[in-house]
């Protein structure tokens, strides 16, 4: 489903430059759980993922003991983006949705695996406040980019190439209260990108695609490669937007970020 309300988003992705050529085309899949779960679920003997009001929700009964739960993808029919190979699907990002109703989770963490290889990133610190929207975005272009944890950097692009098993595990705390955690919009996708300026008298139009809906987005422009200074905010309305900028400095350089 198309997100609501209230979607914050975490740092962690960062520079998209000029579009350059060469790239795989990315077939890119949001799954929202309008009809269902289409394949996602819980590791056996662990508290079940259900579909709720068009999201995967668990809810973990009232206990002093922490708990902890995955929602899993290994494969469903007609649904081939989520596993396979990445890099020649073009999947340069993966990304999810996360609400916590009513109990912060302790943890939270994002696995990719192949066989017994795999990396996985941890985005709790992030989540400070039950009841709102988080939305997350992880580059996907090197280990040292997510940044990824687990097996060794050089494995990176082999296990990308045959990914097997997608996994969200959420773990929730010592805590004697009943908690509900929900997953929306679970996204593989190319990267944001700028196409090539386009100057204008007094301003220059710069075309941005593969934009994520809700995402907030910054420019920045440069004179010197090092320097770097933000020049626009936008908030993506839908793939592709076109943002202008007045005054432009002469021969500047741009890039799109999310903060």
């Known amino acids: 489903m198309t997100r609501r309300t209230f979607i914050r988003l975490l740092f962690l992705v960062g520079a998209a430059w000029l579009l350059p050529g060469g790239r795989a085309t990315a077939n890119p899949r949001i799954e929202t759980f309008t009809a269902g779960l289409n394949g996602w679920t819980n590791l056996p003997g662990s508290t079940v993922w259900r579909p709720t009001n068009q999201t995967a929700a668990v809810t973990f009964?009232?206990?002093?003991?922490p708990a902890s739960s995955s929602l899993v993808f290994t494969?469903?029919?007609?649904?081939?983006?989520?596993?396979?190979?990445?890099?020649?699907?073009?999947?340069?990002?993966?990304?999810?949705?996360?609400r916590a109703d009513n109990v912060l989770p302790t943890s939270l963490q994002l696995?990719?695996?192949s066989a017994s290889t795999g990396y996985f990133v941890f985005v709790h610190p992030a989540v400070t406040a039950t009841g709102i929207w988080y939305r997350f975005l992880i580059p996907l272009e090197s280990k040292a980019r997510g940044p990824w944890d687990g097996d060794d950097a050089a494995l990176f692009d082999s296990v990308l190439s045959a990914i097997d098993t997608v996994s969200i595990t959420v773990v929730k705390p010592a805590t004697v209260a009943a908690?509900?955690?929900?997953v929306d919009d679970i996204v593989v996708d190319r990267?944001?990108?700028?196409?090539?300026?386009?100057?204008?008298?007094?301003?220059?139009h710069l075309p941005a695609a593969h934009l994520q809906t809700g995402l907030?987005?910054?420019?920045?422009?440069?004179?010197?490669?090092?320097?770097?200074?933000?020049?626009?905010?936008?908030?993506?309305?839908?793939?592709t937007d076109?943002?202008?900028?007045?005054?432009?400095?002469?021969?500047?350089?741009?890039?799109?970020?999310?903060?």
């Open 191 to 204: 990267l944001h990108t700028l196409s090539t300026p386009e100057p204008a008298t007094n301003l220059v």
């Open 61 to 65: 009964a009232a206990s002093p003991l």
């Open 242 to 259: 076109r943002i202008t900028l007045t005054n432009p400095a002469d021969r500047a350089m741009y890039r799109i970020t999310l903060p």
């Open 75 to 98: 494969g469903f029919p007609d649904v081939t983006e989520f596993t396979g190979d990445y890099r020649a699907l073009g999947h340069e990002a993966i990304g999810f949705a996360f």
């Open 179 to 182: 908690a509900r955690f929900r």
């Open 216 to 239: 907030t987005y910054h420019i920045e422009l440069a004179i010197e490669p090092t320097l770097w200074t933000n020049a626009a905010v936008f908030t993506a309305t839908g793939r």
């Open 111 to 113: 696995t990719l695996s």
